[in-house]
């Protein structure tokens, strides 16, 4: 193994961490260079269990010992080692969850392969807050979804605050980004697809009835926050439904709204 100890912020061997508090920079860094990060330790183990591939590892040297078995694994991948004022001043953060790791970012899966055997969906729309979109795919693996779909324009998945934030369970549940939107939909629906839109309709069914009807296969469509579902999305869904309120409060973030209706909706029986 290879351990490299920076004495500068200009390395240009550690350029994949510069700056990633810059949301606009690594939107755009991270799809194009094929990579993404994984931040604190526990996160970077649950990326390598799923199979992705290190570009390097990047830690203050009182995490060497917590992750000298990683080191181990991958001997040829660079360890970066510097002061926790230099890590700072690379990242733009305070780097105080064990270390981090330059990811590659894994092939896609095709969309029949995703769900082959699947009986619960995802779908987000335009979800663009990468808090939100991570709580979902927590919510998703803790509660039996089998598969997660992303529409053009949705937040990234493997951005850093959306691994983050779902304690890496983005390494666990399948996902996809569709391509055509939302003519996309169709192809759930040709795989045998029940499609409901969670979106407050004259004619949506409650939570409840909704999972009377224990569908077989059901997609559940997340709307962005704010503006809610396009109107072109309503018209290509089976169903609407909705979560009843109380209190005068008219809907719940679309975080905790998936977390209720993935544990209202799951398979039975």
Known sequence: MTFHYLESADDPRVSDYTTLTDVHLRKLREPEEGMYIAESSRVLRRALAAGHQPRSFFLAEKWLADLEDVFHDYPDVPVFIGTASLLEEI??????????????????????????????????????????????????????????????????????????????????????????????????????????????????????ELAEKQFPKLALVLGTEGAGMSEETLAAVDLAVRIPMRAGVDSLNVAAASAVAFWELRPRG
């Open 91 to 208: 990242t733009g953060f305070h780097l105080h969850r064990g270390a981090m790791a330059a990811m590659h970012r894994p092939a896609a899966v095709p969309l029949t392969e995703l769900l082959a055997g699947a009986q619960r969906v995802a779908v987000l729309e335009d979800i663009v807050d990468h808090t939100n979109v991570g709580a979902i795919f927590r919510s998703a693996a803790a509660l039996g979804v089998d598969a997660v779909l992303v529409s053009p324009r949705c937040g990234d998945p493997l951005y850093r605050r959306s691994v983050r934030v779902s304690m890496g369970t983005v390494f666990q549940v399948p996902w996809a980004r569709l391509q055509s939107w939302p003519a996309d939909l169709g192809q759930l629906k040709d795989q045998g697809f029940t499609v409901a839109a969670m979106e407050l309709t004259p004619d949506a069914l409650t939570l409840d």
